[in-house]
């Protein structure tokens, strides 16, 4: 046991992170990921003098002093100013030492972000003799730091094979739960245990119906499973937590490799809890593997392929096709612990359907050779493939991610894809090997373009922004801009502005209006849509890429994700909670407003084609019907269909097929962020093409 004494003396020439040019600096001091000590904030300071004092407690020199910086702002999360670590092995017993710390942000290596300037002593306790302290010294000094690290890489190997997979659980909701408070609700939460290991969910406030979506992770040891314990309690503050209800998850009856859909009733209490669970094998899937399990297999392939030909349209219209993932390897991941080293997994999702990768540890280039598989129910649906570094003591910190459409996906293919930051807006290190195949029915697909899309349970959670908030303004106002300028273009041609202009139109008016039938609206669009098809494979593409959404990508701020997971609650929060909860609303109106525009633009340029022939095809259709039939026959069969509707179908869903269709087309910003990126020529990848599958 050993005694720390710490003076936090001062910054220098720290990073700005307001808009004055200045910051509002903070010091947090960590030791095993525990934070032990945190400072006070000097307000619009890049020179701040702290002067303070600390004592801490270290049980073993072994774990390093972790300094993390951190700009104060009031109401939204702190902004990341840099950090540092000082190696406690290296300091001398019983001496004052001054120590100068530059701070670095592992994002941005190259960054000058300042120093901070300590003065520290480290003394043994429980009175242990100097010579006997010494002598533990220079014992641990002989022992090389490769040895050490040795040592602790095969302890974590070991223990890596202990693992037989990992449980994924995603808590959704409760319904019905038991009320436990007077006026008739409750403060539920949930906890799971699985042997040692154990989570607990947050608390929502006062209802019997809550909507949790929260996910875990459990490493499973044993081969056949095991049972998840799962208790609902009822917050009460000042008194002992009311128990609601309890349930298990019996592993072993679970299938692995698959996302399981539980509803399970609580005993010894009331109501539902509804579960994603999904168990992954830990096992590394070897070269060898990897091409026993491809779509290679010619008779795997038949069948597949037989499984969603053309003459099967009507056999199982939820089965769209098949997709698989071959998660190879990643080379170059930015390095997470202090060590400059990372932990990395892999996550990979498809909607709801989530599926984890082993840990390589201690590898900044580690192989997975993982195959995964999905039944593919939107074709239209993005692949998410997320690397993680696994912290045994915190939850995991986020290393990069892409994500991939199915529709822009490359049979057979291994390909490096550069990994982005969790915008998706701009790069990050490393890249990431996948090679995918994806196999589909094209009729099925299009007739699930026209119902509702999947909801998808875990999304992260809506917060205020101001470069999101200014962004959606000016997407919205560019979609506005357009309407206006059309209003002005038109009234142009009644002021006569331009007499020949104003001519033709008025020409093109008379025509129009004398000869209209309501078949020749859609006949019109699908001639818009004809046109720019034509632009496009002549080489005068017009789809330009929306400038002002770029730079406001290119602009936003990368946050500090380790630090969103550690902070805690601001004091003032809750005074200013409602007034943000009404900018976060205006802030998804106007991006809901902006993507609708978005929407019917990328339609008509052909950012998918998939779904620009199909517009072509329904417009043909109604152009056809509008000509050939009269249009209170029309009215008729729609009024009878909506009208009966719910009589022929009690508990189908309610849906518009043209915003189910628009749903689907991607906005200016869902472009940006699918685009690839084009990764670095040193990490240019070995492509082995096969046949196309599809």
């Given at each position: 046991?050993?005694?720390?004494?710490?003076?936090?003396?001062?910054?220098?020439?720290?990073?700005?992170?307001?808009?004055?040019?200045?910051s509002d600096p903070y010091v947090k001091f960590k030791i095993g990921g525990k934070e032990v000590f945190r400072s006070k904030i000097i307000h619009k300071n890049l020179n701040p003098v702290w002067e303070e004092k600390a004592c801490i407690l270290v049980d073993h020199l072994r774990e390093p002093l972790y300094i993390k910086v951190f700009d104060y702002d009031f109401g939204l999360q702190d902004d990341f100013m840099g950090s540092a670590f000082l190696d406690l092995t290296q300091l001398e017993l019983n001496r004052p030492t001054d120590v100068t710390l530059t701070l670095k942000d592992p994002?941005?290596?190259?960054?000058?972000?300042?120093?901070?300037?300590?003065?520290?002593?480290?003394?043994?306790?429980?009175?242990?003799?100097?010579?006997?302290?010494?002598?533990?010294?220079?014992?641990?000094?002989?022992?090389?730091?490769?040895?050490?690290?040795?040592?602790?890489?095969?302890?974590?190997?070991?223990?890596?094979?202990?693992?037989?997979?990992?449980?994924?659980?995603?808590?959704?909701?409760?319904?019905?739960?038991?009320?436990?408070?007077?006026?008739?609700?409750?403060?539920?939460?949930?906890?799971?245990?699985?042997?040692?290991?154990?989570?607990?969910?947050?608390?929502?406030?006062k209802t019997l119906n809550p909507q949790?979506?929260?996910?875990?992770?459990?490493?499973?040891?044993?081969?056949?499973?095991?049972?998840?314990?799962?208790?609902?309690?009822?917050?009460?503050?000042?008194?002992?937590?009311?128990?609601?209800?309890?349930?298990?998850?019996?592993?072993s009856a679970l299938s692995?490799?698959?996302?399981?859909?539980?509803?399970?009733?609580?005993?010894?209490?009331?109501g539902h809890l509804v579960l994603l669970v999904t168990l992954t094998a830990s096992a590394t899937v070897s070269i060898s593997d990897l091409s026993v399990n491809s779509l290679e297999d010619q008779k795997e392939r038949e069948e597949i392929l037989k499984r969603y030909s053309p003459l099967r349209i009507f056999h199982n219209l939820k089965d769209v096709g098949f997709l698989q993932v071959k998660v190879i390897r990643a080379e170059g991941l930015m390095a997470a612990d202090v060590t400059g080293k990372s932990d990395p997994f892999c996550v990979v999702e498809l909607n709801n359907d989530r599926l984890l990768t082993h840990t390589v540890y201690k590898n900044l280039n580690p192989e997975w050779n993982k195959v995964f598989t999905f039944n593919i129910k939107d074709i239209h649906s993005v692949l998410e493939?997320?690397?993680?570094?696994?912290?045994?003591?915190?939850?995991?910190?986020?290393?990069?991610?892409?994500?991939?459409?199915?529709?822009?996906?490359?049979?057979?293919?291994?390909?490096?894809?550069?990994?982005?930051?969790?915008?998706?807006?701009?790069?990050?290190?490393?890249?990431?090997?996948?090679?995918?195949?994806?196999?589909?029915?094209?009729?099925?697909?299009?007739?699930?373009?026209?119902?509702?899309?999947?909801?998808k349970y875990i999304e992260e959670e809506n917060r205020l922004s101001k470069q999101l908030l200014l962004r959606n303004f000016i997407r919205m106002k560019r979609c506005v801009m357009v309407l206006v300028n059309a209003a002005y273009y038109i009234n142009s041609c009644f002021d006569w502005d331009s007499p020949p202009r104003s001519l033709a139109a008025f020409v093109l008016f008379l025509f129009v209006v004398w000869n209209f039938e309501l078949y020749m609206i859609p006949l019109v669009l699908l001639l818009l849509l004809t046109w720019n098809y034509f632009l496009i494979i002549s080489g005068k593409d017009n789809r330009q890429r929306d400038t002002v959404v770029e730079d406001m990508l290119e602009d936003e701020e990368e946050e500090d994700d380790k630090d969103d997971k550690d902070s805690e609650k601001k004091g003032f929060i809750n005074k200013i909670y409602a007034i943000q909860e009404v900018c976060v609303s205006v802030q998804n109106i106007l991006d809901e407003v902006a993507s609708f525009g978005e929407r019917i633009k990328n339609t008509f340029n052909w950012t998918v084609p998939f779904l620009s022939w199909l517009a072509i095809v329904a417009l043909c259709v109604f152009t056809a019907i509008l000509y050939c039939i009269p249009l209170r026959y029309i009215v008729l069969v729609w009024g009878i269909n909506k009208f009966t509707k719910k009589l022929r179908s009690p508990y189908a869903i309610d849906n518009n097929e043209l915003l189910d269709f628009l749903s689907r087309v991607p906005s200016d910003v869902q472009v940006v962020q699918y685009q690839e990126l084009k990764p670095d020529p040193s990490h240019s990848p070995y492509k082995r093409k096969k046949n196309n599958l599809g």
């Open positions: 046991m050993y005694q720390l004494d710490i003076t936090l003396r001062r910054g220098q020439s720290l990073a700005a992170r307001d808009r004055g040019g200045t994002h941005y290596p190259d960054h000058d972000l300042g120093i901070i300037l300590l003065s520290v002593i480290l003394t043994p306790k429980e009175g242990e003799s100097r010579d006997v302290t010494m002598l533990m010294r220079k014992s641990w000094k002989r022992s090389s730091k490769f040895q050490t690290q040795s040592l602790r890489l095969s302890d974590l190997h070991r223990k890596s094979h202990l693992w037989r997979g990992i449980v994924s659980i995603t808590l959704i909701e409760g319904r019905d739960l038991k009320a436990m408070d007077s006026n008739g609700l409750s403060d539920p939460y949930v906890k799971f245990r699985l042997g040692h290991q154990k989570y607990k969910s947050k608390i929502m406030p949790w979506r929260e996910q875990f992770d459990f490493h499973l040891y044993e081969e056949r499973g095991g049972i998840i314990d799962i208790t609902a309690w009822d917050k009460d503050a000042g008194k002992r937590d009311d128990f609601i209800g309890r349930c298990q998850v019996d592993l692995r490799e698959q996302t399981h859909k539980l509803e399970l009733q609580l005993e010894e209490g009331e493939v997320t690397v993680y570094d696994e912290d045994r003591d915190r939850s995991a910190d986020f290393l990069g991610k892409v994500a991939i459409p199915l529709l822009s996906i490359q049979n057979g293919e291994q390909k490096a894809y550069v990994l982005k930051n969790k915008q998706l807006t701009g790069p990050t290190k490393g890249v990431i090997y996948l090679e995918i195949d994806v196999i589909f029915n094209a009729v099925k697909a299009s007739l699930r373009t026209l119902i509702p899309k999947e909801q």
